[in-house]
């Protein structure tokens, strides 16, 4: 009887399903995001008329994110374990060791600085490296020790546009701090929804969260208006700053106004099904206002008093 050649078969699985761990540590949905905020600093700062220049800040920026992503999780995968968002992560579930995402998180960070330095411009890799070296050496052991940490946080998720300007101009100019802020800005609303859905999830992690000991939801309903609020404000500022038009002062108030109502749903109600709005929506705004600056100045739709 003639047995069936599986070894091949079986040596390609094991070998994807290796691959898809890495992928896992990055990652991927939170990095392509970054990356779309790269491109829409890039953009706005010029333009992508350089192409290749663009693919290498791209490239870089992908680099450097995915390795920080790796050492992060690296670094909870004791508390990833306690948590059942997490615990099915490639290192709590035992499909890769310590050592080797602690191996690829390191290299492909430094890979990727490297590469920005030769192909793009000193200022970006230094960029990078702040924002890596925030997220890693403040933001992730701060988890565990203050509340703070979702502020602190929010200043290496709201650096990558800031990359993508200086990737393409060569230097940091105060119009970008408008792209900043409106990152930052919407950065808390989004994780402190995040944050009191899973806030039994975080406590079994060890992490310290608003919601933790905010057992009304007061102070998180408050953070999440009074930033959402903000949010409006520093997206208005770009008409003003980076001189953009119509459409994107329609697009602006519609998703600030709609985006404030929905957390005000949260700020007179404090449910799980009124935070899954706030992050929802969050999800929504965040792309459609990018998309609205890039259709703007394609349009070139100006406000004439401006």
Request: aromatic content about 16%.
């Amino acid at each position: 009887m003639k047995t069936k050649a599986i070894v091949p078969e079986t040596a390609w699985g094991l070998g994807r399903s290796k691959l898809s761990d890495y992928i896992e540590l990055t990652k991927f949905r939170l990095l392509m995001l970054v990356l779309l905020t790269v491109g829409i600093g890039f953009y706005l700062s010029s333009s992508v008329s350089n192409v290749v220049l663009f693919l290498n800040t791209l490239f870089g920026v992908a680099c450097v994110g995915s390795g920080a992503n790796a050492l992060n999780q690296w670094y909870e995968r004791d508390s990833d374990a306690r948590m059942m968002r997490t615990r099915h992560r490639p290192l709590p579930s035992g499909r890769l060791s310590s050592f080797e995402a602690f191996c690829f998180g390191l290299t492909i960070s430094f890979l990727g600085m490297a590469y920005l330095a030769f192909t793009v411009n000193v200022l970006t890799a230094l960029l990078g490296f702040v924002t890596w070296a925030t997220y890693l050496f403040l933001y992730t052991p701060l988890k565990r020790k203050t509340v703070l940490n979702t502020w602190i946080g929010a200043v290496p998720g709201a650096l990558p546009p800031l990359m993508g300007w200086t990737a393409a101009r060569g230097t940091l100019d105060i119009e970008a701090l408008s792209l900043f802020a409106i990152l930052y800005l919407w950065q808390l609303p989004h994780f402190f929804a995040i944050s009191w859905i899973y806030r039994d999830d975080y406590k079994n992690g060890g992490f310290q969260m608003l919601s933790r000991s905010d057992h009304t939801g007061q102070k998180t309903s408050y953070q999440m208006f009074l930033n959402s609020a903000l949010l409006l404000l520093a997206s208005l500022s770009l008409i003003f700053i980076q001189k953009t038009g119509l459409l994107y002062l329609i697009c602006a108030l519609g998703l600030g106004i709609s985006f404030l109502a929905i957390t005000t749903f949260f700020f007179r109600e404090r449910t799980i099904v009124n935070a899954r709005k706030v992050f929802f929506a969050s999800i929504i705004y965040f792309p459609v206002l990018w998309v609205a600056m890039v259709l703007d100045r394609m349009t070139g739709w100006t406000l004439p008093y401006l």
